[in-house]
């Protein structure tokens, strides 16, 4: 078709960084993929990349590679949350050009945690403050919702039992700015559509 090909990218189950998971979990290997985003950016036959998330989060710094590759693209970008997108999914969710969540999806916003034992060395606790702050800056700059907005919602004490954080849920999402529209996958679709089209007539105007 004029629109060629839309490429679909799953992230589901956890992202994976340096350390294997078990094999009984579910995984989004971030060396599976780099390569492929690199691959899908480079392909002239696929015009558009619909990202699907379902995923509990995982490797911070895996997951900030991944969504800041996908905000780098060219090629029309749309991301749809289904089920959840918690933790660093979030940053994943934003990273395309247009977000959007059906209304049952879930959002876990929460501190970085800190994973296995840790010398909780005064470096050690600079660091996760350091990955936070990046965290909260990729995302307000890649959707609607303030840095400090974004902040409170990671340190809200009242939501979560004996734990810090927030869960937002699709509306809520929206209306908080850190998702662009409820939709599910035709209006995903039809948004990259759009986009694609945009994008041609672009082109030939600048060939013409």
Do not use: W
Not at 93 to 113: D, G, L, N, W
Request: glycine content about 10%.
């Amino acid at each position: 078709s004029q629109r060629g090909s839309v490429y679909c990218l799953t992230i589901i189950g956890q992202v994976e960084g340096h350390y294997i998971l078990p094999p009984q979990n579910k995984t989004t290997k971030y060396e599976h993929v780099i390569p492929q985003l690199v691959a899908i950016e480079e392909n002239p036959e696929i015009r558009g990349l619909l990202v699907i998330l379902n995923t509990v989060g995982g490797d911070v710094e895996a997951g900030l590679a991944i969504a800041e590759l996908i905000a780098g693209m060219t090629k029309p970008t749309v991301s749809i949350v289904l089920g959840g997108s918690h933790s660093i999914g979030v940053p994943l969710a934003v990273a395309a050009r247009r977000s959007f969540a059906v209304p049952s999806a879930a959002m876990t916003i929460h501190p970085v945690r800190m994973s296995g034992t840790v010398i909780a060395a005064p470096q050690t606790y600079n660091y996760f403050q350091r990955l936070q702050d990046r965290i909260v800056a990729f995302v307000s700059g890649h959707s609607q919702i303030t840095a400090q907005k974004f902040q409170a919602l990671m340190l809200k004490k009242d939501d979560m039992a004996a734990d810090v954080g927030s869960v937002v849920y699709g509306e809520e999402a929206v209306s908080l700015g850190i998702i662009d529209q409820v939709g599910g996958l035709s209006d995903g679709l039809q948004c990259l559509y759009r986009q694609i089209d945009e994008a041609r007539g672009k082109r030939e105007q600048e060939n013409a």
